[in-house]
């Protein structure tokens, strides 16, 4: 049986659709790092999947569609991981770099933080100091095929 092979326009799809086809790019970036990763039927402390590196270490993580804090994910040692706009993602802690974005913003005193419990942030508006703190935390996606031993 033959099977013929089109690609998918993202804006296409619906947003369950997003979700897992984020989730699958992310792994095939977080895997060229030496993590497998585990999806969670639904969120675990916070989590939407963990993510097992080579060396034994399990991180807790929660995707997302772009760069996000909240309220709801503090002190549960939460990574977040969303794509980058230019490809790649982003996959840092959530507690450790929102202590320094409101450090630098004052952004968990804001009304919106304290009433509304966290920030959603559209790439095209962070403001640079805030876009400078992400950039430690980017991975960027392989461009060329793995290197292949011959046997």
Known sequence: ????????????????QKENYNYHKISAILAEYGFTTIRLSDDWEGADFIAKHIDGQYLLVQQKSRLAFAKKYEGKNLYICCP?????????????????????????SH???????????????VKPELKALFEEYKLEAQVTAPETHEI
């Open 1 to 16: 049986m033959s099977i013929a092979f089109k690609r998918v326009g993202y804006l296409d799809l619906n947003g369950r």
């Open 111 to 125: 009304e919106s933080w304290v009433v509304k419990g966290g920030y959603s942030f559209s790439w095209s508006w």
């Open 84 to 108: 980058r706009p230019e490809g790649g993602c982003y996959f840092y802690p959530h507690d450790e770099l929102l202590k320094k974005a409101s450090d630098l913003t004052g952004m968990t």
